[in-house]
């Protein structure tokens, strides 16, 4: 099955809100705003640069089964790098065989250098749900159409 569709359609149908935090952040206020902006990563920039990606499994795998402080461990010790990035162009199919093939959940979504969103698996099974809706409907307003005449 082909799945059909770009990052930019979705950027303009979830809008192209990124969180953002810098590598001299702590792990601990970086999950802190994750949990107030309900997202599940955070984009890491110096300056105008990605430097890298920031996640709850992250956080997981490289504080609390290290046992390591998040109050006191910078976001640069645990950033995962280098990002797997897309841009506006790419497919959702693209994107899902990236997500697979480099076990990532995010996408940073750029034009040449400068982020201009973010996609997460959520986004993308969310787009084929969609599509897949709109095309059932149509097929049972084709074989509705084709019945009544």
């Known amino acids: 099955m082909e799945i059909f569709g770009t990052i930019s359609e979705i950027l303009r149908t979830k809008g192209s809100q990124v969180w953002t935090t810098t590598p001299d952040a702590t792990v601990f206020d970086a999950i802190k705003l994750m949990a107030e902006k309900n997202v599940g990563a955070l984009l890491v920039v110096e300056g105008v640069r990605l430097a890298g990606v920031i996640s709850e ?22 950033l995962t790098t280098p990002v797997i990035s897309v841009t506006p162009a790419h497919t959702v199919e693209d994107c899902m065989q990236l997500m697979t093939q480099h076990r990532v959940r995010h996408l940073p979504v750029l034009e040449g250098d400068k982020v201009v969103g973010i996609v997460s698996i959520g986004d993308l099974v969310n787009w084929i749900i969609n599509v897949q809706r709109v095309t059932i409907t149509q097929l049972r307003n084709y074989i509705a159409g084709e019945r009544s005449v």
């Open 57 to 78: 499994r992250d956080y997981t795998r490289k504080i609390v089964l290290q046992g390591k402080g998040s109050k006191t461990t910078p976001v640069r010790d645990i």
